[in-house]
Structure formats: structure tokens, C-alpha cells
């Protein structure tokens, strides 16, 4: 009874940390895009994406892979943000 009432208790703080990891590292990929190293931007969207997905974020990832020519994966990061979205 405790462990689940712990558990309960413990959610919402996991749910918040994983929200501001999330805005972490799209933050730090946002900087990363904007000064044109596209594999670091593209490996922090993707983490920003595993801990709370998000169209817009998928679109970033989307466009990252434009810029490093990776046409499929962009064509198919597109669609996720578009079903998402």
C-alpha cells in the first residue's frame, strides 16, 4: 500500500523532470540548428522527441535531415509531424 502510494506520489515529478528534459535538449538542439552543426541538432531533437514527442519537434528533426541531404528519413519525419500535428 505505501509503495503504491509512493509511486503515485512519485508520477508527477518523473512526468515534470522528463517535460524539462525534453525542453532541454530541444533548446540545446534549437542552438545547435541555428549554428549549422545539424548532427549535434538532430541528436538532441531526437532526445527531446523520446522524452515527450511533439510535431514541432518532429519537424526540426524533419529538417535537420534536409540539411544533412537525408531526403527518406526527412520525408518520413514530415509525416509523423503532419499526423501529429
Not at 12 to 22: D, V
Not at 35 to 62: K, T
Request: hydrophobic letters at 50%; aromatic letters at 10%; a neutral charge.
Amino acid at each position: 500500500m505505501i509503495i503504491a502510494l509512493l509511486t503515485l506520489l512519485a508520477a508527477p515529478a518523473h512526468a515534470s523532470g522528463e517535460a524539462e528534459g525534453a525542453e532541454v535538449a530541444f533548446q540545446l538542439g534549437a542552438d545547435a540548428y541555428t549554428a549549422g552543426q545539424y548532427e549535434d541538432a538532430l541528436a538532441h531533437f531526437l532526445m527531446s522527441n523520446r522524452l515527450a514527442p511533439n510535431p514541432s519537434v518532429a519537424f526540426n528533426i524533419a529538417r535537420c535531415h534536409v540539411r544533412l541531404q537525408k531526403y527518406p528519413e526527412a520525408h518520413r519525419w514530415f509525416t509523423v509531424a503532419r499526423r501529429t500535428g
